[in-house]
Each structure stands twice: as C-alpha cells, then as structure tokens.
C-alpha cells in the first residue's frame, strides 16, 4: 500500500495516475470532499476514468497524529506532496502549518516504522540570498526529515524546480501561463530550473529504487522568466514581450498598488517575495548531471510548453 499526502494538488494527483496506472494499492489523503470531483476529472482528462475508482480516499488532519497514525495501517511506503506556496508575507504562519508541522507529525508517526518516505521539497530550499519564508519552510520541513533520518527512518528528499503540468491551471506554478497571456509587452530577467510534473513523478520513483542516492535536484531545463513567457506567447501567436522592467520599478508599482486599494481599485497580484522570485538568477544541478538518473527519458522542452500554451488558450475559451 502506498499513501499519498497532497493528493488533491497538482503534484500529487500526477503520482496517483502513474502508481494507478502501474496497478499499485494507493490510498490518498484529502482535507476537502469537494476536491475530489477535480482528481476524477484530471483522470478523465487523461482516459483512465476506471483507475480513480481503485483509490483508497480517506479524510486526514494531518497535523493529528492519531489520525495520521491510523492512515498509515498497512502502508509500506508514503509520498509527502501536501504543501502550501505562497509569497504572500500574509501566509507566513499558515506556511510554517502547513511545511513544517505536517511534516514533523507525520515523521514522528513513521519512525519506528518499516515504511519509506519521499518528502517533496522544492529548489526554493536552497535559496541563501533574499530567501522566501516559503523557500525556508521547506528548508525545515527538510530538517525535520533529516532528524528522522537520523533515528532511523528510510527517507529520500527530491527538490523540484518549478513545476509545470496540464489541466491544473490553478496551481500558483501554472500562474505563468496566466501571466504571459496578460502582459504585453513585460519581461522579468530571472533564471530558475523548470520541470514537468511526470518527470517529477518518474525520477522521483527512479531515485527511491536505490540506496546510494538519496536526495536530489529535480531540474531538467534553465530559462529565464522572459525565455518561457514568449515560448507561451509564441505558441497562441502573441507578439513577444521584450521590454525589461527593473525589479526596483516593479516593487515601486506592487507599493502604488496598495495605495490603489485604499482608493478602491483592484490590487495588483503582487508581492515583494514573488517579484524578488521572478528576478533571481538561480542555477541546479539538473538531471542530466546525475548518475542516477542515467538512461531517463527526456522531452522537447520547449514543444511541451508550446503544447500547455495550446491547451491553456483552450481552457480559457471554455
């Protein structure tokens, strides 16, 4: 049996259509019932409607530890992908909730226990200039896994990239394609790694099936901000964008902003954290560079973000 936190999420539910589709016994944490009508689509979406039906549901608090306890009865092996992403200075307390204490919950539940844990991080853990409160929550959620590691829990820790994916457009790494469909003519001179979310789940699995290995950077391409924002233009025939703001403008506008609202007007979706994001120059060790990873199946990148830029133009009509 394996058990999957976050599964409602955009990560989490890429995990369980691969392990369902793959005939593993899964069993799927969820907060909200309402969300799981959003996973039987996603598996419409991708025609394995039959596989959602084979999924083990179960409503956990998964900062209760006797429920998390009773959730792992039978289960051999567990992917941590519940998390909260946020740059919002508001959300500090509810990230802390939310990537740390979960984590230390379920942790102190599976020590002791014959169980394997992957623990979804992020690159954003790895930040040491102006990092976010998000990047340091998952810095301690990593510490948390470390300390279990160290009283003798069998545990691997992957670092996505941001991820990319179809169908979730909701998902605050997808907010790039909402983005480069509503600016014109804005280019942001950040660099970060990017990676689909089913390279996430396939090297992901790949990294648990040894002993050696037992984190790693998942990163299969670098591009600057502006590089994927004209990649989706490009795609639905949008001119590119080419004129470059400087972030110290661009934080003048997120303050004007919040005058704005006083005034009655819409607020900008700004936030001094995501601004300082879209203007880091951050390079990872990508898959390639790893042994591990050796013989893994790569993608076009950039026909595969033309294709969401496609499916995103789709979604919007409808």
Known sequence: MILVTGA???LGAHFLLHLAQQKQQLRAVYREASKLETIRDFFNYNHSQELFASIEWVKVSLDNLAEVEEALEGVKQVIH???????NPKDEKRLFEANVTITKVLVNALLDKPVK????????????????Y?????????LEVFRGVQEGLDAWVVRPGVILS???????????FKLAFRIKDLCFSGVTGFIAAEDVVSSSLK????QEQRDATLVSHHLTYCTLINLIRGAVEKSAAHRALSKEKLLVIMRLSKIM???????LVLSEGLI???????????????SVFEGLETRDFEAYVTQLALNYKQFRRG
Not at 117 to 132: C, G
Not at 276 to 290: V, W
Request: aromatic share 16%.
């Open 166 to 176: 179809d169908f979730f457009w909701k998902s605050p790494s997808l907010a790039l």
């Open 134 to 142: 998000y990047g340091h929550s998952k810095y301690l959620g990593e």
């Open 261 to 267: 609202t006083f005034l009655g007007f819409k607020r």
């Open 81 to 87: 992908c519940a998390a909260l992403i946020s740059f």
């Open 8 to 10: 409602t999420g955009m």
């Open 117 to 132: 844990l992957l623990y979804i991080s992020s690159v954003a853990a790895l930040e040491s200039d102006e990092r976010s």
């Open 276 to 290: 300082n994001t879209l203007y880091a120059e951050n390079h990872y060790q990508t898959l390639s560079e790893y």
């Open 207 to 210: 990294l648990m099936k040894q």
